[in-house]
């Protein structure tokens, strides 16, 4: 089952409020020891389905993808991510991305990354969004019951708009800081916070950020259950659209 919203954040105190919550969260987990790490691969596979009939006709589907294989030090990683929703047959929302990264470990903590992704978000006026990323990754915490990492890195993004008007196209230089929390409260539930904070190199107030926190519980050793709240922010979006985009899913998951 899926459930979408979408909404207007009008003020940038949503966004400090966040990060100075995890940052302090954060700071209670600066040391310990890392689990062992496990080679081969991965695939975690998510779908959402809504449908409505009778006086409210809506369909809603939200499709997920991630595939990481490790090999000693170099982990391979490809995520794929489609959403679309219709009302009395016509679309108002549709979304897609794909992504590909290669990840070097240094060292049991450190890491070097590079990535490329391409996504399309009409109804945010992006047609296709290139993205290469490269940078580093840190593990601060990797135990059974709690994952901390942070990334630093560089983006350099080519926005295609659907709307030509100022421009057809941009190309945007970005520092990139990423930041993921999981902890897990048993063996079955465990919740998952990252945030993704993209300041403009050449104009700082052309920021962008995201960010999602998610409950899972976990029905079998393969399947489970998984609530997600997520929020794109685009401080100075081309083509007069809304600045904010938010979508809140509950999906059924595999793990294999």
């Known amino acids: 089952m899926l459930i979408e919203r979408r909404e207007c954040v009008t003020t940038r105190s949503m966004l400090k409020n966040l990060i100075l919550s995890l940052g302090l ?8 020891a890392r689990a062992e790490d496990k080679n081969g691969l991965k695939n975690e596979s998510e ?3 809504v449908i409505t009939g009778g006086n409210a006709q809506t369909s809603t589907m939200s499709l997920k993808q991630t595939s990481t294989l490790v090999e000693d030090l170099n982990t391979y990683k490809f995520t794929a991510n489609y959403l679309r929703t219709s009302t009395a047959g016509n ?40 993205a290469t990323d490269f940078g580093g990754k840190y593990i601060w915490r990797d135990l059974e019951t709690f994952k901390w990492n942070s990334e630093l890195g560089y983006r350099f993004a080519r926005e295609n708009y659907v709307t030509a008007k100022p421009d057809a196209f941009k190309n945007i230089n970005f520092i990139r ?22 300041p403009n190199i050449t104009d700082s ?11 899972t519980a976990a029905l079998s050793d393969v399947f489970s259950v998984k609530s997600g709240y997520l929020i794109k922010y685009n401080n100075k979006p081309e083509g007069g659209v809304l600045k904010t985009d938010s979508t ?7 793990k294999f």
């Not at 990264?101 to 992704?117: I, N, V």
């Not at 800081?177 to 993209?198: D, G, R």
């Open 25 to 32: 969260s954060l700071t209670l987990f600066a040391t310990g």
């Open 47 to 49: 779908a959402g389905i």
């Open 91 to 130: 679309e108002t929302a549709l979304q897609w991305g794909l992504g590909v990264r290669y990840e070097r470990g240094l060292s049991d903590s450190f890491s070097l990354f590079l990535g490329q992704l391409l996504e399309s978000n009409i109804y945010q006026n992006i047609q296709q969004r290139y």
């Open 177 to 198: 800081l990423y930041n993921e929390v999981q902890y897990f409260f048993s063996k079955t539930v465990s919740t998952k916070w990252w945030f993704e904070f993209l």
């Open 205 to 215: 107030d052309a920021y962008q950020f995201n960010t999602e926190l998610s409950l």
């Open 248 to 254: 809140f899913t509950t999906a059924l998951v595999a």
